[in-house]
């Protein structure tokens, strides 16, 4: 089954702190993951995508296929960085065209 | 940065009422999706389309939806009898190529209330 699945529905740190935001993914074949942030009333917009391997926002992702796992780091939260954070995976159903499953969301509450 | 824009933010429509939602995929994009977030819940896949066809659909798109892309920069989304379960957050989506690999760009959302 295709499956994203993000265990913390709520993640609290410090300004500082280190932040890792826990994915975990289930897929048969060679997947395509990516990290979304919703900001406060803002729409969803695509962080991180584990193909490009790059560094937003100070935020980098690994893929790991070992443990199928996709978790989402920075070393030193800031307050803005406060917002819900989704993991998605690209899927195609039967067609050719892709299709997104996403995680239920992490909320990470950087305090200052 | 061009962004993809919908309309209206919040609709409040009666049970049975037909709606139209409606958005404006980002210019040079030619591959366009509809997803939705019942509140508390996870977002959810509903629709691809593509060459003025339907590529892709989840189940939770059943005949009570339709989708049309009417001209060539609208791409609307219609609930021909709402329901109470319909009441959710609805997204557009769009995106420059159609594989799995490309990210795809959001919509702020139109948050549909069915009374």
């Known amino acids: 089954a295709q499956r994203v699945t993000q265990p913390e529905k709520l993640l609290s740190v410090f300004k500082g702190a280190p932040v890792e935001l826990k994915c975990n993914y289930s897929?048969?074949?060679?997947?395509?993951l990516f990290w979304y942030v919703q900001y406060s009333r803002q729409r969803l917009q695509l962080l991180l995508r584990h193909i490009s391997r790059e560094s937003i926002k100070g935020f980098t992702a690994d893929l790991n296929k070992g443990e199928t796992s996709f978790h989402l780091k920075k070393p030193f939260a800031q307050e803005e960085d406060s917002a819900m954070y989704y993991c998605a995976l690209g899927v195609v159903y039967g067609g050719s065209q892709g299709n997104l499953i996403f995680g239920k969301g992490t909320k990470l509450s950087v305090k200052p | 940065e061009p962004e993809v824009t919908q309309t209206p933010s919040h609709q409040v429509t009666q049970m049975g009422q037909e709606v139209i939602l409606r958005c404006v995929p980002i210019?040079?994009?030619?591959?366009f999706y509809w997803y939705r977030q019942i509140l508390g819940q996870k977002v959810e896949f509903l629709v691809s389309?593509?060459?003025?066809?339907?590529?892709?659909k989840s189940e939770i798109f059943d005949d009570q939806f339709s989708v049309e892309r009417p001209d060539g920069s609208n791409f609307t989304l219609k609930i021909r009898s709402t329901k109470l379960e319909d009441s959710a957050m609805y997204f557009c989506?769009?995106?420059?190529?159609?594989?799995?690999?490309?990210?795809?760009?959001f919509g702020d959302g139109t948050r549909l209330s069915i009374l």
């Open positions: 897929y048969s074949g060679s997947p395509e």
């Open positions: 389309f593509y060459n003025n066809e339907i590529s892709e």
């Open positions: 210019s040079n994009h030619l591959y």
């Open positions: 989506a769009s995106s420059g190529g159609g594989g799995r690999d490309q990210p795809q760009h």
